[in-house]
C-alpha cells in the first residue's frame, strides 16, 4: 500500500501534535516521559494499558490531565471489594411522570460512558466486577437491561494495579490480561524529578492546560494507524518474536526452562500495531524492527507467564522479554 499525500501530511500533523501534548502534560508531570509515550501509543492504536505502580506516583494526575488536554470525558472509578457490575455500567431505575402518574424505568449512565476511563486497582474487585469493564473493553458496548447500548468512541481503558498490597486482592485472570495491550511500569522518580515535584506541588503553582486534539482527530488518526503499510519483513520478526516466548523445540533454552505458558496471536497483533503507532507518532509512515522491539516489553510482560523454576530463581517477565528481544533475529 502506498502512502497518500493526504496520509503524509496527517503523519505529520500527530508527529507534531504528539510534540505540543507531551508539551502541555509536563505542566502537570515531571518526568514519566516513557509512560507518557506508551499511553499515547496504545490510545492511536485502539488499545488499552494495565498501569503498574505503587501509590503516590501521579498516575490519576497524568490520565486526567491526558483527557483535558485531548478533550475527551474522563471518569475514574475506585475499585473495592462491594463494587458491583450495576456500578461500572449503570441501572434501571423507576420513575414516575410528574403530571401523567405513569411509571416508566430509566437507564442510568454508568461511569463506563466516558471516553477515558480510569479503573483504579482493578485488583481489588471480584471477577464478576472485572468482566463487565472488560466486556466494554472488548466490544465497545454495554448491555443492561435487554438493551445494548454502543460506548462513544474514542474508548480508552487505563487499569492500574498497585504491586505490593495483594492481601484481600483478585488478581486478573491471564485472559483478560491478554485484554490489554500494553502493561506499563510506572517507577519511582530520580531524586531531581521528585525535588522539582515537591517544589511544584507544595506551592500555588495551577497548571493551565490547553486543547491539543479533541476525540474527532483521535479517530481520523487511529484509522490512519490502520492504513499505515508494514513490510513482511517486520511482521515476520513480531510473529517470531510472540512465538518464542512460547517454549517450543525452536524456542531458545531459558524460555523452555523459565516459562510455562506463553504470549498468544493477540500480542503479534498488538507488536504491530504499537509499532506502526510509534512510527507515526515519530513522524514515519512506515514501522521499523527497531519500534517492534521498543513496544516489546508493554506487550508481553503480562503475556509470559512463568514457572516454578523461574519463581525459585527470582526470573522475572521482564527479563525474559529483554533476553528474548536481544536474542530473536530480525533477519
Do not use: C
Not at 46 to 72: C, E, M, N, Q, Y
Not at 133 to 155: D, I, N, R, S
Not at 161 to 168: A, F, K, R, S, V
Amino acid at each position: 500500500m502506498s502512502a497518500t499525500s493526504t496520509d503524509l501530511e496527517s503523519v505529520q500533523q500527530l508527529n507534531q501534535a504528539r510534540e505540543r501534548i507531551v508539551g502541555e502534560l509536563r505542566k502537570a508531570i515531571v518526568g514519566q516521559d516513557a509512560v507518557i509515550e506508551q499511553l499515547l501509543t496504545a490510545l492511536f492504536a485502539g488499545g488499552h494499558v494495565l498501569l503498574v505502580g505503587v501509590p503516590g506516583l501521579a498516575k490519576t494526575l497524568l490520565i486526567s490531565s491526558l483527557a483535558r488536554v485531548l478533550d475527551l470525558k474522563f471518569n475514574r472509578i475506585q475499585f473495592t471489594p462491594d463494587l458491583m457490575p450495576s456500578d461500572i455500567t449503570g441501572t434501571d431505575v423507576l420513575e414516575e411522570d410528574a403530571t401523567s402518574g405513569r411509571r416508566a424505568m430509566r437507564f442510568i449512565h454508568g461511569p463506563v460512558f466516558a471516553n477515558v476511563v480510569l479503573a483504579d486497582e482493578i485488583n481489588r474487585t471480584p471477577p464478576k466486577t472485572q468482566a463487565a469493564l472488560l466486556q466494554a473493553m472488548q466490544e465497545k458496548e454495554v448491555t443492561a437491561g435487554g438493551q445494548t447500548m454502543a460506548l462513544e468512541l474514542p474508548f480508552f481503558v487505563l487499569a492500574t494495579q498497585n504491586p505490593i498490597e495483594l492481601e484481600g486482592t483478585y488478581p486478573l485472570p491471564e485472559a483478560q490480561l491478554d485484554r490489554f495491550m500494553f502493561n506499563v511500569r510506572v517507577d519511582y522518580p530520580s531524586q531531581a524529578e521528585e525535588e522539582q515535584i515537591v517544589s511544584s506541588t507544595t506551592s500555588s503553582y495551577v497548571p493551565q492546560l490547553e486543547r491539543v486534539l479533541d476525540g474527532h482527530a483521535i479517530i481520523e488518526l487511529q484509522k490512519l494507524v490502520r492504513r499505515v503499510p508494514v513490510t513482511e519483513h517486520v511482521v515476520r520478526y513480531a510473529v517470531r518474536l510472540a512465538r518464542a516466548t512460547r517454549g517450543g523445540d525452536d524456542a531458545p533454552p531459558f524460555v523452555r526452562q523459565w516459562v510455562s505458558w506463553g504470549a498468544g496471536p493477540r500480542a503479534s497483533q498488538y507488536l504491530v500495531l504499537g509499532a506502526k503507532t510509534r512510527a507515526v507518532l515519530h513522524g514515519r509512515f512506515a514501522p521499523g524492527i527497531e519500534d517492534v522491539r521498543a513496544v516489546a516489553p508493554s506487550v508481553l510482560r503480562h503475556r509470559v507467564v512463568t514457572n516454578f523454576t523461574a519463581e525459585a530463581e527470582g526470573v522475572k517477565p521482564d527479563r525474559i522479554v529483554a533476553d528474548l528481544v536481544a536474542g530473536v533475529s530480525a533477519d
